[in-house]
Structure formats: structure tokens, C-alpha cells
């Protein structure tokens, strides 16, 4: 980051200007598994404490489970002053996501900080969808309760950039174990909820049996975040896991022109 966005003047200047700029190291908020006993011992030691509670930490934490779950040993997040998360960018994504967006890596790390500015949330979403990337693919895990728990792996799915609406379809498969895939979509403000309920608010939803494969689509008159909730249920097992693929793209909305 030093050597490359960093070290031009004209966002230097942008920083210095909006923002209190500070870091911190992952290992002092615990993302580090082996450094945690080294790091609570070294407190112990010389007496420190660090409070992972305080509002400012919590945001931090949360900022590593929002949006794109690569690895990254830098996340640049942005985070306002009543310490809610307005933006996040991982830096080994840097290069990726701004030849994505048709810029180069100077233009694109400025459009984030503005965007984060204007309440755009920049890289909170897992899947950023848009006219000239319409489309991205998902593979991940699903796990069936247990013991009265129900856990969520939860899609984020931004398609601000449609203007008009249009969409949004999910080609989804299962995998083979014996764990049946439920798909909620929810709004972004919608948390699915933690016991066997089936959310009251979803906008859509669809079950799919392991080893099959389902289309589930939801039309939308702006753009906006989405959430998607997958889940699992299994009557052998109780906690089975099982995998799922999911294609996601919106087509857009076809404005038709009047002629005189």
C-alpha cells in the first residue's frame, strides 16, 4: 500500500483532509490464532490490557467478516465517528477489483474513499454486481441445526449499480451430503433468524435436495443490497454439512424509449 496508492499525493491529501487515519495489528484483536497466548502473556508481562470490547475494536472485528471472505494481511476500512462500517478493502483484492471497475489502482482507491464518504458502503458486499459485470459465482458451506441452533451462511449481494432494477436470478446445486440446502433472500437490513423458524421477512426463498440443482429469481425495481441466508436440515445427521454452488446475476431492466 506504501509503495503504491499510498504514496501518491493526491490521496494522501484526500486522507489527511476526511479522515483520522490510524492502524492497528490484526494479532492485538485476536485474528491471529497463534499469536493470541504469546500476545496475553506478553500483556500479562508488562502489565497492558487491551480492550477487544471497546466499540472502535468491535468494529474492526466485524469489518474482517463483512463483505469478500479472501484472506488479506492489510483490510483499509473506513468507519465513521459513531464507529459504524461504511467501507472496506482488502489489499490483496486491490488490483482485481479496480481492472473490474475499468480503473487504475490510484483512480480506484480515491472512488472507494469517496464512496465510503457518500454512504455507498464500497466492499461490504460479498458479490458486487453491475452492468458491465453482471454476473459472479458463489461456493461455499451450509450446515443443518443442532441442538436447536440454526446457522446462516449469509451472502451479501450488492446490485446498487442497476439503476432501473431488473432480476436477480440464483442458479444454485447442492451437494451430495445428506443435508437439504434452504435459500432465503432477505433485505440488508433482514437478520435470519437463530432458531428453526423459517424468516418472516424474506423476499424469496427455495429448499433444494442434495445433489440437485434449482433456479430461484426476484425481481427488483432499484438496486440495492440483498442478503441471501443458506441453511441446512438433515433428519440422519443433526449438524451435517454440506457444500453449495451458486451462480449470480442480475439482468437488467429494459427502459423502452418513446418517439415522437
Not at 244 to 252: Q, R
Request: one cysteine or more; charged letters at 25%; aromatic letters at 10%.
Amino acid at each position: 500500500m506504501r509503495a503504491g496508492v499510498l504514496s501518491k499525493n493526491e490521496i494522501i491529501n484526500f486522507l489527511n483532509n476526511n479522515f483520522i487515519n490510524t492502524w492497528v495489528p490484526n494479532s492485538e484483536l485476536g485474528r491471529i490464532d497463534s499469536l493470541i497466548n504469546p500476545i496475553a502473556k506478553r500483556r500479562e508481562r508488562e502489565g497492558i490490557t487491551f480492550d477487544t470490547s471497546h466499540p472502535l475494536a468491535q468494529t474492526i472485528i466485524e469489518g474482517w467478516n463483512t463483505g469478500s471472505k479472501k484472506g488479506s494481511p492489510v483490510d483499509c476500512l473506513i468507519i465513521s465517528h459513531d464507529f459504524n462500517l461504511l467501507g472496506r478493502q482488502p489489499v490483496n483484492e486491490l488490483r482485481e477489483d479496480s481492472e473490474n471497475r475499468g480503473m487504475n489502482r490510484q483512480e480506484f482507491y480515491l472512488t472507494f474513499l469517496k464512496e465510503a464518504m457518500e454512504g455507498k458502503y464500497p466492499g461490504l458486499g460479498n458479490i458486487r454486481l453491475s452492468p458491465k459485470y453482471p454476473s459472479q459465482e458463489v461456493l461455499d458451506i451450509f450446515r443443518d441445526p443442532n441442538n436447536g441452533y440454526q446457522e446462516y451462511n449469509v451472502v451479501i449481494i450488492d446490485t446498487r449499480e442497476f439503476d432501473n432494477g431488473g432480476t436477480l436470478t440464483f442458479d444454485i446445486q447442492v451437494g451430495r451430503s445428506d443435508a437439504v440446502g434452504f435459500f432465503y433472500l432477505l433485505n440488508e437490513d433482514s437478520e435470519p433468524p437463530t432458531d428453526e423458524r423459517v424468516p418472516e421477512d424474506k423476499l424469496a426463498s427455495i429448499w433444494i435436495s442434495p445433489g440437485d440443482k434449482r433456479q430461484l429469481t426476484y425481481s427488483f425495481e432499484q438496486g440495492q443490497i440483498f442478503k441471501m441466508g443458506a441453511t441446512g436440515s438433515s433428519w440422519k445427521n443433526k449438524g451435517t454439512v454440506n457444500a453449495f454452488h451458486a451462480k449470480i446475476s442480475v439482468a437488467e431492466k429494459q427502459i423502452e424509449k418513446t418517439t415522437k
